[in-house]
């Protein structure tokens, strides 16, 4: 394993370029920025690519080399027909992975893919060398802790009952949560940011208004559910996408409901991994159940699926610019749960 060699990777982006940018700055304070390149390994040429880590540095000791993309054959090639330029290619690619155990002892090099082909012998000889640091999506309490420490960054503070309410809106996309979190630092001025705020200023995902539609059918709150289905319409958002979104809670309903029929005194932690959910969706239905009986909530599904099935029978039509029956369809659902649901 080569100590000059990187490969970053992993599906959270925001931590990886986050990653990026701290290598970046410490690098700068110690070596300046004359000794810093950035480099598309999707088009470069592989020739110029090693060229460019074969350079000796300007007025320094080490030069860093962040290559992101990794070098691959094109998409278009026809397998049953291998050209000269797809040899010349493959030829290259192979040039360039031989190449990866000489890389100068003066070239810190980092290849930057986020979601790479690991079929690909490039990508093997890579990790074969490399250290690699994979960048995963947080979640729990390690999602919490980053948000209530992203927010110190921005100048004020959030409680961690107050960032998990915050990631249940906006999602687990670090780089909106950022957003959300700027927003609110310039409008509540450094001041620690509260609930009502939240409810406010973030915008809510799809996800986030069929969670509380559902949350306010588990209250009987018909005027608050159909308020939460006409904001999701407003959004712009897919109607029938709403709708599978709503059968997949009460699915989860379902699913939370057995799981403490067989563990009463489990927590939401342990249901939020078993079931790989959010822990506050967890532990905010863990709360719902006590408002229903298991018959109510399977009628209930019962149901969803008749809608289900008069969606793909066309006995409901919907278009991209009419999606007046499915609303109402939904509707006459919400009423009839909230009236019998008691």
């Known amino acids: 394993m080569k100590n000059n060699l990187f490969l970053f990777t992993g599906d959270d ?21 004359m000794n810093l390149i950035v480099l598309d390994g999707s088009t470069m040429e592989v020739g110029e690519m090693i060229a460019q880590t074969e350079t000796m540095p300007f007025l320094g000791e080490k030069r860093l080399i962040f290559i992101e993309g990794l070098p691959e054959a094109p998409k278009t090639r026809n397998v049953d027909k291998v050209t000269k330029k797809d040899e010349a290619r493959d030829e290259e690619l192979k040039k360039l992975a031989d190449y990866l155990e000489k890389i100068p ?8 893919q986020p979601a790479p082909d690991k079929r690909k012998s490039l990508y093997k000889k890579i990790v074969q060398l490399a250290t690699v640091k994979e960048f995963i999506p947080l979640t ?34 670090l780089w909106r949560i950022d957003q959300e979190l700027r927003k609110l630092s310039a409008y509540l001025e450094g001041q620690p940011i509260d609930r009502k705020s939240i409810d406010c ?27 939460n289905l006409h904001r999701t319409m407003a959004a712009g958002e897919n109607l029938r996408q709403t709708f599978y979104m709503i059968v997949r809670q009460f699915r989860l309903f379902l699913q939370v409901g057995g799981y403490l029929n067989h563990y009463p005194n489990t927590s939401p932690a342990n249901i939020a991994t078993s079931l790989k959910i959010h822990p506050f969706v967890a532990k905010n239905t863990m709360g719902q159940l006590k408002h ?9 599904y019962e149901r969803l699926l008749d809608i289900d099935v ?14 007046d029956e499915l609303a109402m ?10 009236a019998t649901a008691k």
């Open 13 to 33: 982006t925001f931590l990886l370029h986050a990653q990026m940018k701290s290598w970046e700055e410490a690098f700068k304070e110690k070596h300046g920025d």
């Open 105 to 112: 002892e003066t070239s810190v090099v980092v290849f930057v």
């Open 140 to 173: 729990g309490i390690s999602l919490s802790q980053w948000v209530q420490n992203q927010a110190k960054v921005h100048g004020t503070s959030i409680s961690s009952g107050e960032a998990e309410y915050l990631t249940s809106l906006a999602g687990q996309d």
């Open 201 to 227: 200023l973030v915008i809510h995902t799809i996800e986030a208004n069929v969670f509380h539609l559902t949350d306010a059918l588990g209250v009987k709150d018909y005027r608050k559910a159909v308020q």
């Open 292 to 300: 229903f009986k298991l018959e109510e909530l399977k009628s209930a």
């Open 310 to 323: 008069a969606l793909k029978t066309s006995g409901i039509r919907i278009t991209t610019d009419d999606q």
């Open 329 to 338: 369809a939904i509707e006459r659902f919400i009423l009839r749960f909230c």
